[in-house]
């Protein structure tokens, strides 16, 4: 307690302070705002894999209404004999399949020298073993594009908003949060959801906040339950996996929800999120159109 005091919040000078900003920052993409009323739902496959399957994940996105594909394309992968990704041409494939469907597109960049290769990304993923790669951070914190910062699997909630504030502070406001399940001694999930995260990164700070289940759980049977948790919880969106044939999946295949889970997700959200004051984000045809 001692230490959360002296570390974590009374720091006058942090931009990132809720008091600073009290109505809260809203990231806008293409189409949508994350931080606002609406919830938002970003959901695609963990990997690009090929023009066929981003192509299959980003019709089905589209067709449940969210708002923008996810897809790694740059993998942070734990042995280096996996899968590391299509890099750049991933990308590509990525905003090809986007813009057909009116979606924005969020993706991972893991080096600050492959920037190029994302011109059109919407929302730019730091993901969670980078979290601390500062060299990173400063970079993209020089940059006025919309960041999505993950926490690391064992960073606390200080070292995560610390974090942040190195994109704030080097002047780039646009910082969304994404609380991603941190290490535990529990093996029956891949981490540990830590919900309690999402409400204080809430109440800490002006960020949007969203949660990944996905990674959180590595289990498809716990992404929905746990979504709606989150969502009563006050997070304002979602990074969800979705893949159409899963058990064909590069990556994550486990974890991944199916196209009829998705559905069944975003038909559940609207009554949790009104019973929090919320509602949940649609597209409509003006929408898709801004995104394209
Ligand atoms: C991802 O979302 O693609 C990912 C690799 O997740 P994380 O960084 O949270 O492990
Ligand atoms: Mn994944």
């Known amino acids: 307690m001692q230490q959360i005091q002296q570390g974590q ?13 009290p109505q809260g920052t809203r990231v806008a993409l293409p189409g949508v705002e994350l931080g606002g009323r609406s919830f938002v739902v970003m959901a695609g496959p963990c990997a690009v894999e090929s023009a066929a399957q981003i192509e299959a994940a980003a019709a089905a996105v ?16 734990t042995s280096p004999y996996a899968f ?44 969670a073993r980078n979290m601390q790669n500062f060299t990173l951070l400063k970079a993209l914190s020089h940059l006025r594009r919309p960041v999505l910062l993950k926490r690391g699997p064992s960073a606390t909630v200080d070292e995560w908003l610390l974090a942040a504030e190195y994109l704030l502070a080097g002047g780039n406001d646009q910082v969304v949060l994404c609380e991603r ?32 289940p996905s990674h959180a759980t590595g289990r498809r049977e716990l992404v929905t339950p746990l979504t709606l948790a989150a969502a009563a919880a006050g997070a304002d ?26 559905a069944d997700l975003m038909a559940r959200l ?16 003006r929408r898709r159109a801004l995104a394209r």
């Open 9 to 21: 919040f009374a720091a006058g000078q942090r931009l990132a302070l809720r008091e600073r900003r």
């Open 62 to 77: 589209a067709r449940e209404g969210c708002a923008v594909l996810r897809g790694g394309a740059f993998k942070p992968r």
């Open 84 to 127: 590391q990704g299509l890099g750049a041409p991933g990308v590509q494939l990525l905003l090809d399949a986007a813009r057909r469907h009116g979606l924005a597109a969020v993706t991972e960049v893991m080096d600050a020298a492959e920037l190029p290769a994302f011109d059109g990304v919407a929302l730019l993923q730091v993901g």
């Open 181 to 212: 399940g941190i290490r535990t001694f529990e093996t029956a999930t891949r981490n540990t959801l830590d919900l309690s995260a999402v409400v204080l990164a809430k109440q800490r700070t002006h960020l949007p906040v969203v949660v990944d």
């Open 237 to 262: 969106g979602l990074l969800v996996e979705v893949h159409a044939s899963p058990d064909e999946a590069l990556c994550d295949g486990a974890q991944a929800l199916l196209p009829e889970d998705l």
């Open 270 to 285: 609207p009554a949790v999120l009104e019973a929090v004051g919320r509602d949940l984000w649609r597209a409509t045809p």
